[in-house]
């Protein structure tokens, strides 16, 4: 295969991904506010459940994403929180 024909797929293919993951977190950041406001207008159970399976969906995509660095993350913030209670004290 011709090495330009390959870069511009390789291009191609990365910025689809540029575009599809951003415009679908920013999709999600509006339903869930969406589904906030009429909850707590409505007090109706369905909104909040809708808004507990966006929630779960979003979570559970970025921690398959990110899970290296979150439980990196977890473990820095639990032992600086242990430091600075020992220092309290």
């Given at each position: 295969?011709?090495?330009?024909?390959?870069?511009?797929?390789?291009?191609?293919?990365?910025?689809?991904?540029?575009?599809?993951?951003?415009?679908?977190?920013?999709?999600?950041?509006?339903?869930?506010?969406?589904?906030?406001?009429?909850?707590?207008?409505?007090?109706?159970?369905?909104?909040?459940?809708?808004?507990?399976?966006?929630?779960?969906?979003?979570?559970?995509?970025?921690?398959?994403l990110?899970?290296?660095?979150?439980?990196?993350?977890?473990?820095?913030?639990?032992?600086?929180?242990?430091?600075?209670?020992?220092r309290?004290?």
């Amino acid at each position: 295969m011709d090495p330009v024909l390959l870069a511009r797929a390789q291009f191609a293919a990365n910025m689809s991904f540029h575009i599809l993951f951003p415009t679908i977190s920013i999709a999600l950041g509006w339903m869930l506010l969406f589904f906030r406001f009429r909850w707590l207008k409505t007090r109706n159970t369905a909104w909040y459940q809708a808004m507990s399976a966006v929630t779960q969906c979003s979570l559970c995509g970025s921690k398959k994403l990110l899970s290296p660095q979150l439980g990196a993350a977890r473990r820095n913030v639990h032992s600086s929180e242990k430091k600075s209670n020992r220092r309290v004290r």
